[in-house]
């Protein structure tokens, strides 16, 4: 008993000198890491907030100006709003089909064929390429004399009909606009919002599901491998088939791993960047245009102002960016998460 009621107080002692030496060397190791993040990140971060409330170019100091920034974000139609509605079709086009196409993928590579190594390796080829090879192949791909509009042509000639070749990376012409017109309507420019997406934008779309799909395939590849076969020995014996199996066994089994594929490329479809840089710069009349290229052009003069850098206007697009993806996030956990722990 006399043990036990001294015990609170042998807790609250201090650390002794070996437990403190242990701690300050720990500490000692890490003050690398810590020190690198507290400037390079921490302080990185907390500078663009102050300075998202500045006018500022580099070569003069800050100038506080409120507000200003945020406020001209979230009324130019032309510039920032116009590349959140770009992105708002690129994520909801790029994100499903991805998913979907690395989900195939690697349900056809984790069953037991002849060689199936070999299907990975070429399956997983496009994500170790660079992104920026990956464009230039493309670019080739979709010129007006490129093997796209020879493939089609090919195809349509097969049925007696004649194809038009598509400038596929500078055609403006939206989706819904194109659909309009074969009915024979329009949707004006001024409602440039309700045109959808451009044919450029869906062929780098495309692009996009073509390189990252792989990446995902993996992760799904890695989860499908990890279910218990006495999960489906048990679905057979309640009398399951094979499409029973995988909507009841499969795709539960799957779903933190897809919560996981689902926020990833939700990320890297809002953040895309190095294929708009390369292949449009943003064009044709601003429907590639994306949020990040439009904060990298802001920051370094080289789109929207002229050769004028806007550095806290760039600052504060970055900012209302994080905190979209932040929401969009929070939806994706709250609909998909719910459910796994189970799994």
């Not at 500078?47 to 001209?72: D, H, R, V």
Request: proline share 4%.
């Amino acid at each position: 008993m006399a043990a036990s009621a001294k015990s609170p107080v042998a807790r609250k002692r201090g650390l002794t000198a070996r437990e403190r030496d242990e701690a300050i060397t720990g500490y000692l190791f890490l003050s690398p890491y810590l020190l690198v993040t507290a400037i390079f990140t921490v302080g990185i971060i907390a500078f663009a907030l102050y300075i998202s409330f500045t006018s500022y170019n580099l070569f003069q100091a800050p100038q506080f100006n409120g507000l200003e920034n945020y406020q001209k974000a979230l009324t130019d139609t032309n510039g920032f709003i116009r590349s959140l509605v770009n992105i708002f079709w690129y994520v909801i086009t790029v994100v499903p089909f991805q998913t979907a196409a690395a989900l195939m993928l690697a349900l056809i590579l984790n069953r037991k064929i002849r060689g199936q190594q070999f299907f990975r390796t070429i399956f997983y080829g496009p994500s170790v390429t660079s992104s920026i090879v990956i464009s230039a192949i493309f670019l080739w791909l979709y010129l007006k004399t490129g093997y796209v509009n020879f493939m089609f042509d090919r195809i349509f000639g097969l049925f007696g009909a004649d194809w038009s070749a598509i400038e596929w990376l500078n055609d403006p012409r939206g989706l819904f606009q194109l659909i309009a017109n074969a009915f024979g309507g329009d949707i004006p420019s001024n409602l440039w919002y309700l045109r959808g997406p451009s044919i450029t934008w869906m062929a780098i779309m495309f692009m996009n599901i073509f390189t990252t799909a792989p990446t995902f395939m993996i992760m799904y590849l890695a989860a499908l491998q990890d279910v218990p076969p006495t999960l489906y020995e048990a679905a057979s014996i309640d009398g399951a088939d094979g499409r029973q199996a995988f909507w009841n066994v499969t795709l539960p089994m799957l779903r933190p791993v897809t919560l996981l594929i689902v926020v990833l490329g939700t990320i890297g479809a809002f953040q895309v960047f190095d294929q708009v840089q390369f292949l449009t710069a943003g064009g044709p009349l601003n429907t590639t245009l994306t949020p990040v290229y439009l904060i990298y052009g802001e920051a370094l003069g080289r789109i929207g102002g002229g050769s004028i850098i806007r550095m806290g206007y760039a600052s504060a697009m970055a900012f209302l960016l994080a905190i979209i993806i932040f929401i969009f996030t929070l939806i994706q956990r709250r609909y998909i998460e719910s459910g796994t722990e189970q799994y």
